[in-house]
């Protein structure tokens, strides 16, 4: 992989086990200190890598599990009682989460891990680097990275402690959510002014003012979700920031997939914000590239450059209710799926040889165990046939069989474990096309020539899809929701579109107090100056 910057940032990887921390509240200890290091170029690089080290932790599988599982998106259903983890999936669907749920927890912890590992670098950069603009842009792009961590707390749990100084272990109460809009807001128009605006690989996996841009725009979008008041013309303000730099661009039809294979990186003309992976380090484990598994051993080379055998494991599945908005036959988006009968490059069926139990569980025949072969296909329902109150599909061909699979993130046949090469994107250029439509459209004055339909229409056309003639709200959250799948974004869309407390799947729950999830028992206990979110 073409990512200079992210073997810097691994080469840090041992001094982060040295700076760990499970709440924002909890002293982070190491031997790291200004006293004794970093002196040179080299070790200040060093001291600033810990941050992204913790950045990418826990991004893929339990974020990815919180943002998307809690949707419509994706449903990670028990198989035989397999991955039924103590009901930690059935409570993200059902919305039945509480303080103690094992993947909330897992978030608190890892958001405040990045937070506390990035005031420890600030406290010996700020004591120890020489003055200067190399000072003053990696200091820049730390707060950066704290900033994306209390964005997603923020979205994530609401009302969070707000703690910036290394060595404070005082019980800090939450902040509202308006507040620590606010801290964010003053932050990152802090630190812009010191951040490159440089785009390449020299600043690859490294806040720019780019990202900068691209969380604000995030954060005024969400305004009248975060504070009750709407900031749409500062939304398009910062979108304009992208858009007019001229660093960016759609890729079109023919290399929109590889903007996630495991080879993705800086060539990637969309990347604004992406965290570089490498499946030779730790911790390299995007759960949405391992979402299929050779379990027949058959070759289907769904894209040709990365062939590997493609069958459904115990995956995460989309449910009928997301995947309808994949409407267009033409659309380039479509092909990120697997679904219907599988067949091999050659054009024959893809068949599987198991014994009529074992296609069906419930079959009541009287040769259970006679040989039957049947055609893989990948079916968009999933039926809790075995059991609803254990989350159950069943444990045979049928139940394996179930659900529209995502492979999006492609899963690489050249890695020798579970880890993966494909980096992944934060903040693409699409989302700032996407961002500024819908703030137009919620009241926005349009600017640099642009209507909510052409920029709408400027994504789609580079997908490949069909123009539309008009454009509302309900198309922009369709367009986004074909644009962003298995990009984490969902969850956030669904809750600004009001869509958050409808039905899908099992889930029938409408609580509003559910758009924001408790906070962790644990961090109640280690931090009893913390309010508990309302409605736990």
Partial sequence: MRKSYIKTILSAAALATLVSCHDLNVPVTSELTPDVFPTSDAQFISAAGPAYVALRGNISVEFFHLQTLSTDEAIFPAKGGNWYNGAEFKDLHLHTWTKDHSTVTGNWTWLSTIIGTVNQSLSILETNMPEGASKSQTLAELKMVRALAYFWMMDSFGNVPIITTYGDYSAHPNAKRAEVFAFLETEINAALPALSDVVGISTYGRPTKYLAYSLLAKMYLNSEIYTGTARNADCI????????????????????????????????????????????????????????????????????????????????????????????????????????????????????????????????????????????????????????????????????????????????????????????????????????????????????????????????????????????????????????????????????????????????????????????????????????????
């Fill in 237 to 536: 303000a910062a979108c304009d920031a992208i858009i007019s730099s001229g660093k960016f661009s759609l890729e079109p039809a023919a290399t929109y997939l590889q903007m996630f294979y495991p080879d993705n990186g800086p060539q990637m003309k969309e990347f604004v914000f992406a965290i570089p992976f490498d499946a030779t380090a730790a911790n390299s484990f995007p759960f949405r590239a391992t979402n299929l598994h050779s379990r027949y051993d058959v070759p289907r080379g769904m894209v040709a450059k990365f062939k590997m055998p493609f069958t459904p494991d115990a995956a995460v599945s989309t449910l009928p209710e997301f995947y309808k908005y994949f409407n267009d036959a033409n659309d380039i988006r479509n092909k990120e799926w697997l679904t219907g009968l599988q067949f091999y490059d050659d054009g024959k069926p893809v068949t599987v040889t198991t014994t009529k139990k074992g296609y069906d569980q419930f079959y009541a025949g009287s040769d259970p165990a006679a040989p039957y072969t049947y055609q893989i296909n990948i079916t968009p329902e999933v039926t809790l046939r075995q059991d609803v109150a254990s989350f159950d599909v069943g444990n045979d061909e049928l139940a394996w069989n179930m659900g529209y699979r995502n492979i999006k993130f492609h899963p690489d046949a050249t890695s020798l474990n579970r880890n993966q090469n494909n980096d992944v994107p934060v903040f693409r250029y699409a989302d700032a096309l996407l961002m500024k439509a819908e703030a137009i459209q919620r009241g926005g004055a349009a600017t640099l020539g642009a209507t909510a339909l052409s920029l709408v229409n400027s994504v789609r056309t580079a997908r490949n899809a069909a123009a539309f003639t008009s454009v509302d709200l309900e198309a922009i959250f369709g367009e986004r929701t074909r644009e962003f799948a298995s990009e984490m974004w969902h969850r956030n869309d669904m809750i600004r579109f009001g869509k958050f407390e409808g039905k899908w799947g099992y889930k029938t729950d409408a609580d509003i107090n559910k758009r924001i999830f408790p906070i962790p028992n644990s961090a109640l206990l280690l931090n009893p100056a913390l309010t508990q979110n309302p409605g736990y």
